[in-house]
């Protein structure tokens, strides 16, 4: 037997530094290099650049393996919940995590895409193709992660009968899922206006370079601000997770099943007498 790790609890804490990195990093690059306006400026575009946008691309990929952990450890937790005194209670729970795991696994997937497919600048058909896809990535990140997150704060309100949260720690996530889901359906509503007065004020800048002078700059600013404040939570909430994971460790095993280790040595003895038989 093997221990994979008995410090799974960081893994919360590592997702949350990771993300704060991967957006951070970029935007710091990109502000002295002097590639977007200081004040608020999309994630996206931050890493339209380079070489912030290869950076983005490489961190963005550590935080989708880490993140796909993080929801496999999860699943891992609550099957392996055993109890006698609440069994409807239990079966909801294993019910919700079956259900949440292909919402987590579609954010994660979304992650990648917008990881892969960066916001182009220019107007190149190529380019035009790749923000598509790049958006729809997004689409698929935020969506997927809102149904994924609001499935674990069901489950956690059912799981403080159980003793693995409190009723607090379940106030602290419907919030922070309420913020994530707000920010997230209303900020792309925000950028398509935004980018509607930006398009009609016949601005020569670049939309990365969008500041107060052009038009559309505080929905610009509306949409840009729900866009963080959707990635924080992304983050804030896989964080809380932390105290949940000190309660259990990952160990992956070998185990020789005898049997079946007979099964092929007979076959391979089998096969072997009747080449024998053919060969005489």
Same mark, same amino acid.
């Given at each position: 037997?093997?221990?994979? !790790?008995?410090?799974?609890?960081?893994?919360?804490?590592?997702?949350?530094?990771?993300?704060? #990195? +991967?957006?951070?990093?970029?935007?710091?690059?990109? /502000?002295?290099?002097?590639? #977007?306006?200081?004040?608020?400026?999309?994630?996206?575009?931050?890493?339209?650049?380079?070489?912030?946008?290869?950076?983005?691309?490489?961190?963005?990929?550590?935080?989708?393996?880490?993140?796909?952990?993080?929801?496999?450890?999860?699943?891992?937790?609550?099957?392996?919940?055993?109890?006698?005194?609440? &069994?409807?209670?239990?079966?909801?729970?294993?019910?919700?995590?079956? #259900?949440?795991?292909?919402? $987590?696994?579609?954010?994660?997937?979304?992650?990648?895409? #917008?990881?892969?497919?960066?916001?182009?600048?220019?107007?190149?058909?190529?380019?035009?193709?790749?923000?598509?896809?790049?958006?729809?990535? +997004?689409?698929?990140?935020?969506? =997927? $992660? /809102?149904?994924?997150?609001?499935?674990?704060?069901?489950?956690?309100?059912?799981?403080? &009968?159980?003793?693995?949260?409190?009723?607090?720690?379940?106030?602290?996530?419907?919030?922070? !899922?309420?913020?994530?889901?707000?920010?997230?359906?209303?900020?792309?509503?925000?950028?398509?206006? =935004?980018?509607?007065?930006?398009?009609? !004020?016949? !601005?020569?800048? &670049?939309?990365?370079?969008?500041?107060?002078?052009?038009?559309?700059?505080?929905?610009?600013?509306?949409?840009? +601000?729900?866009?963080?404040?959707?990635?924080?939570?992304?983050?804030?909430?896989?964080?809380?997770?932390?105290?949940?994971?000190?309660?259990?460790?990952?160990? /992956?095993?070998?185990?020789?099943?005898?049997?079946? &280790?007979?099964?092929?040595?007979?076959?391979?003895?089998?096969?072997?007498?009747?080449?024998?038989?053919?060969?005489?």
């Amino acid at each position: 037997m093997a221990v994979f !790790s008995r410090a799974i609890h960081l893994l919360p804490l590592l997702w949350l530094l990771l993300i704060v #990195v +991967t957006i951070f990093t970029p935007y710091i690059i990109a /502000v002295s290099l002097d590639h #977007v306006y200081p004040f608020l400026p999309s994630i996206s575009k931050t890493a339209a650049f380079e070489p912030e946008g290869s950076i983005f691309g490489v961190l963005m990929t550590f935080v989708a393996f880490f993140g796909l952990m993080a929801i496999f450890c999860r699943y891992l937790q609550l099957e392996g919940i055993q109890g006698d005194s609440e &069994k409807d209670t239990l079966h909801k729970v294993k019910r919700l995590n079956k #259900v949440s795991v292909p919402f $987590g696994v579609s954010c994660i997937l979304g992650v990648v895409i #917008v990881a892969n497919f960066r916001s182009p600048l220019g107007k190149q058909h190529s380019a035009i193709v790749r923000g598509k896809v790049h958006d729809a990535g +997004t689409v698929l990140l935020l969506f =997927s $992660g /809102v149904l994924y997150y609001c499935f674990q704060t069901l489950i956690s309100y059912h799981a403080v &009968k159980l003793g693995l949260n409190t009723k607090c720690m379940f106030y602290f996530r419907l919030a922070v !899922s309420c913020i994530l889901t707000f920010t997230g359906v209303a900020y792309p509503f925000f950028k398509w206006f =935004s980018y509607t007065e930006f398009s009609g !004020s016949k !601005s020569s800048i &670049k939309v990365a370079n969008w500041s107060p002078d052009n038009g559309g700059y505080i929905l610009h600013v509306a949409n840009c +601000t729900g866009e963080w404040i959707a990635c924080l939570s992304l983050a804030i909430y896989a964080a809380s997770f932390y105290k949940e994971f000190q309660s259990f460790s990952v160990e /992956v095993c070998y185990v020789e099943d005898k049997e079946m &280790k007979e099964d092929r040595n007979g076959d391979y003895k089998k096969i072997k007498q009747n080449t024998d038989d053919e060969n005489e």
